[in-house]
């Protein structure tokens, strides 16, 4: 009951500070001065009893605390106090670390961070207080005013307690008030409106009995208002709790009953929301807030019509309804296995519908009829090492368990191949899917492959198998929430729906309505294969009927209630039966959080923590976090499963339904999230690096950043460049300016590799904004400048690599130097600058040498190859580009050694070596065709294509130069598509089709010429092609005077070898 002694103090100890006696806790100092909203202030910013009395009006200004009046009262207070900056231990309680000492002594099992004060939970705070109780005092001495006060108090006392309400605090005349805490109830607005009404009642007795005796009648207001605030335990006795609320709903409550007219309640439109027809109310003219921009809606309280109670079961309920669903998925497995072919199932809904359910029965329907069931969940928050969908399904495709060892994913591939249920190509794909390191040979092949060509051969490995296991047995995959999948698990789910058309397998997905992630652009991916869609609507009445009638000692009343309140939603059903204590029936939760709240709240206290403490780690944990976030190594998981809240999943567990995990994470506060996040972090931090970045980003660390950039090194060293650009950007989200630049040059550096160049450019134009040295501004201008030089914007990258060297050659920066000469020679070797282009790769090898980097030192050896081709030195030429491709190979580059074969096949062809030129050529292509470089297949498909031509196989050439051409426009590298065009029409030529080669010879030398540097690269080629198709002498003379004029100025080396080939032809 609410205490006596404290009203008395209330009272009549008022007299000179106005505060009350205290322990030295900030919290209670707060709450006993009227103040307690701003606790959590306090609390936040760090400010404790130690450092009090340097705290000033700047301090509270900046904290929050804007009204004056409030801040002068709190530091009277504090100037009044003799500040002890070490108080006894025993003073403190639940104020945060520093009061561990005496947290223990309350209970030495809860974990430092569940003693942070507070829980947020979604309450109706009440406020009343008496009509001009100073005017009625004014006759009467102290023991009258107490009669009068403790009588009134009292009364509304005891009608907050009848209402299941909490007391927080009197006020003299007043009294404030919770409902929905500490114990969670959704029917919080209704037990205030009863406890407002119940109040009035009793005043309205209490007047009656002092009329009796010739004394004056006394008149209430009453405020409600319903929100989210802090639940505070305060006091010093930890047998007798007391409590307090603060948030912005405290303040907006009083308001109310301020505002309120003689003997009416007032409470705002959330409060009526929430107690919806109960209650009966009648608008009134809207209130100004101060800190509200717009003017508070307002309700006046006339009357309640009814509560009902439910009593709640322990049995968990059985699978009702959808009848209709189950008929029509029968008939599916039935076509599935009559005729060998299977669809798409895509089960949609609003959350708690249903889905799981319907998919578990489902399931339990096609095990029965025949069918094995392969299950992923895709998750929010929380996905450990092997447990995202596509790598799930793909464990359970193989009977891997979960947890299982190297070796065993080892094994479990190497028998799949023996079984030909993958080819041995596959094995490559398989191995990053179950997070397997690449042996050196299957390294140097994933290297050489981009991201969507590592990403297309993991879908066609994922399908291959399960098109594989179908011919054995009938196969029902099921992946559950699709709202959160990104976008490369849903091309995985197209492709494996594609597949379903073909074998006797069926494909069920699930996905919450409004993150529905099918559209037209994903069904077009699945092919012809058949999709049919289920929007799951409501339980029908006597549906949920059925599943209310699973429940012993529920009246028709309560049923009724329950049904009502649920709206056909299954868990919600389901949870308002579970959600009340047997036999009390004090508790209708209207929303899943006040659901969970109220679960939570029957827990025994030490699993209530565990179950705030481990929705941190999302949706799906293992016991041993959770063990680690609440220190207590023994502990388990029984009395969460008992009560419906998680249940086991192989070794790990799960919430059972994701509202459940957010409610509970909801109701800590941001202390506490943050301790509890830094804690999952430290037992991340060796286990997943990954989700050691997450718990790190949550907990809003200063370290956050930086963890995400090393976790997405270590993915883009896996090939999962996508990936790992997701982890940078986020980083780049939170990181501070020292941060920034690492982060920007990373992202600049993965665009690259996803080659989206013009956004690599302007992440490192980011990073020069906050390189912090020379060294940092070399490194981002190369960056800038070799995304200039793919781009083929040749001035601004000549003028950028200049700005570089300066800085390069001033501090001795090797690898940086090797780099800038290496992009300079590409420059110079497109633009025809023949001597320029060999001193530049001749410096670039140098530095690669003396900075001990073999991979630049191949890509070195590559430039010096081009340089010597430039030159017409074949010879010279041939033996860079095989020191390059042996280098390459000893190391593992791949993507070089696929961009260097077909370039030592054209010089070899040069010196009319075919066959090693024929294997160069063929060789390239397939290597670029794995590894999807399509920069590496342009390459050797223009030079592969030029080769079938000079030996007369038009039918290949041909072939060759087509699907070149069609690389390089999706690449948009004109200067490429020119050269393609020439040599196009070489080969329509030779087929005898004059007009044909005109018109490509035509096109080619107006692409060349708007490219830039065109017509420097392949111009004098191009005219003389040109001038072989045109029949009129004039015109030829004229086309070759053009070309002539190119080669005087300096132009590549191959346009004088072919040029004047061409040349002598037409003068002939």
């Keep these: 009951m609410w205490r006596t002694t404290w009203l008395m103090l209330g009272i009549l100890a008022q007299e000179k500070s106005g505060i009350y006696p205290m322990s030295k806790n900030v919290t209670a100092l707060l709450v006993k001065l009227g103040l307690g909203q701003y606790a959590t202030a306090f609390e936040e910013n760090a400010i404790d009893w130690g450092i009090l009395a340097d705290v000033d009006q700047e301090t509270l200004k900046d904290i929050g605390i804007s009204a004056a009046g409030h801040r002068l009262r709190i530091l009277k207070a504090f100037a009044d106090l003799k500040l002890d900056p070490n108080p006894p231990a025993s003073s403190l309680h639940h104020t945060g670390d520093s009061d561990a000492a005496a947290a223990a002594d309350h209970d030495e099992d809860i974990t430092a961070w569940s003693r942070t004060p507070g829980e947020r939970k979604p309450v109706t705070m009440l406020f009343a207080d008496i009509v001009d109780s100073t005017a009625l005092t004014e006759h009467l001495d102290a023991e009258e005013i107490h009669e009068l006060l403790y009588g009134a108090t009292r009364r509304m006392g005891d009608a907050v307690e009848s209402n299941q309400g909490t007391v927080c605090r009197f006020m003299g005349d007043g009294i404030m008030a919770m409902f929905g805490a500490p114990v969670a109830s959704e029917r919080h607005a209704l037990e205030a409106s009863l406890a407002a009404l119940e109040m009035q009642r009793r005043i309205a007795e209490y007047n009656q009995k002092r009329q009796a005796k010739q004394e004056m009648a006394i008149q209430i207001r009453v405020g409600l208002h319903s929100g989210e605030v802090v639940v505070l335990e305060v006091g010093d006795d930890p047998k007798k709790p007391e409590y307090d609320a603060t948030g912005s709903s405290v303040p907006l409550a009083a308001r109310m009953e301020q505002a309120a007219e003689t003997g009416t309640i007032l409470m705002t439109a959330a409060t009526r929301a929430l107690a919806g027809d109960l209650i009966e109310t009648k608008l009134v003219p809207s209130v100004t807030v101060k800190g509200i921009s ?174 594989n296991l179908a011919k054995r047995q009938p196969v029902l995959v099921v992946v559950e929430d699709l709202q959160w999948a990104d976008a490369v698990t849903l091309d995985h789910l197209s492709t494996l729906s594609a597949v379903m058309a073909e074998c006797p397998a069926l494909m069920v997905q699930t996905s919450r309505a409004e993150g529905d992630p099918i559209d037209t652009s994903w069904r077009a991916r699945a092919g012809e294969s058949p999709i049919v869609t289920w929007d799951l609507s409501p339980l029908r009445k006597e549906e949920s009927v059925m599943l209310v009638n699973a429940f012993t000692d529920v009246s028709d009343t309560l049923a009724k209630r329950c049904i ?221 400048a070799e995304g200039l030089g793919i781009s083929q914007v040749h001035d601004e990258l000549i003028e950028v690599l200049a700005t570089a060297e300066d800085i390069g050659k001033t501090h001795g920066l090797t690898l940086e130097l090797a780099r800038i000469n290496q992009v300079r020679g590409r420059a110079h070797f497109l633009r025809g600058e023949i001597e320029a282009c060999l001193q530049a790769n001749k410096l670039s090898l140098e530095f690669a040498r003396k900075a001990n980097s073999p991979e630049v030192e191949a890509q070195a050896l590559s430039g010096l190859g081009d340089a010597e081709y430039n030159r017409g030195r074949f010879l010279s030429s041939y033996r860079y580009f095989d020191q390059c491709i042996e280098l390459a190979r000893k190391y593992g580059f791949g993507r070089v050694i696929a961009a260097n074969l077909s370039m030592r096949g054209y010089v070899s062809q040069w010196q009319n070596n075919i066959d090693p030129a024929t294997a160069d050529y063929h060789e390239a292509v397939e290597q670029a065709t794995r590894t999807h470089d399509l920069r590496a297949e342009m390459l050797a498909l223009v030079t592969g294509g030029a080769f079938w031509t000079a030996i007369g196989d038009l039918d290949e050439s041909e072939k060759w130069l087509k699907r070149g051409l069609d690389i390089t426009r999706q690449l948009s590298l004109r200067l490429f598509e020119g050269e393609y065009h020439y040599l196009l029409s070489r080969v329509a030529m030779q087929q005898g089709n004059q007009k044909k080669a005109h018109k490509l010879a035509q096109q080619a030398i107006v692409i060349l010429q708007d490219s830039n540097s065109g017509m420097t690269f392949g111009g004098p080629i191009a005219l003389g092609v040109l001038a072989l198709t045109t029949a009129d002498p004039k015109r030829q003379h004229s086309v070759l005077k053009q070309a002539e004029s190119l080669l005087a100025t300096g132009s590549v080396g191959h346009n004088y070898l072919i040029f004047y080939e061409d040349a002598m032809e037409v003068c002939l």
Aim: charged share 25%.
């Design 294 to 467: 717009e003017p508070v809606v307002v309700y006046q309280l006339c009357a309640v019509h009814s509560a009902t109670d439910l009593l709640a079961p322990t049995m968990r309920s059985p699978f009702v309804g959808r009848k209709s669903e189950q008929v029509q998925f029968r008939v599916m497995l039935d076509s599935c296995l009559e005729v060998g072919h299977g669809q798409t199932l895509f089960v949609r809904g609003e959350a708690g519908i249903g889905k799981t359910r319907l998919v578990e029965e489902m399931s339990r329907i096609a095990v029965a009829s025949g069918f094995v069931r392969h299950k992923a969940l895709v998750l929010d928050f929380g996905v450990g090492k092997g447990q995202e969908a596509v790598p799930s399904l793909v464990r359970s495709f193989l009977g891997i368990a979960l947890g299982s060892g190297k070796k065993e994913r080892e094994l479990a591939v190497s028998s799949a191949e023996s079984e030909g249920i993958i080819s041995s190509e596959q094995r490559v794909f398989l191995y990053d899917l179950l997070d397997i390191t690449q042996p050196l040979a299957l390294g140097t092949l994933y290297d050489a492959m981009d991201a969507e060509a590592r990403n297309k051969g993991k879908r066609a490995a994922v399908a291959k198998i399960l098109s």
């Design 564 to 784: 009502e309140r649920a709206a056909g939603n299954p868990l919600f059903l389901e949870q308002l039966l579970l959600g009340v204590e047997k036999g009390t029936g004090e508790s209708i939760p209207d929303s899943i959080k006040s659901l969970v709240l109220a679960r939570m709240d029957q827990l025994p206290e030490h699993d209530k923590w565990a179950l705030r403490a481990v929705s941190v780690l999302g949706q799906r944990f293992e016991i041993e976090a959770l063990r680690h976030l609440i220190e207590k190594p023994d502990y388990d998981c029984r009395i969460l499963v008992e009560h419906h809240l998680v249940r086991p999943e192989g070794p790990l567990y799960l919430f059972t339904h994701a509202l459940i995990q957010g409610g509970a994470y909801g109701s800590l506060l941001k202390p506490q999230r943050s301790k509890l996040h830094l804690l999952a972090a430290e037992w991340f931090r060796e286990r997943d690096r990954v989700l050691y970045a997450e718990h790190l980003d949550h907990a809003g660390d200063a370290s956050a950043a930086q963890a995400y950039l090393n976790v997405a090194r270590i993915q883009s060293d896996h090939y999962r460049p996508e990936r790992a650009l997701q982890l940078v950007r986020r980083g780049l989200e939170i990181a501070p300016n020292t941060d920034r630049f690492e982060l920007n040059c990373f992202e600049g550096e993965l665009l690259q590799i996803l080659w989206d160049v013009t956004d690599s450019i302007l992440a490192y134009r980011r990073a020069l904004e906050f390189s912090g040295d020379d060294f940092q501004r070399c490194r981002a201008l190369v960056g800038v």
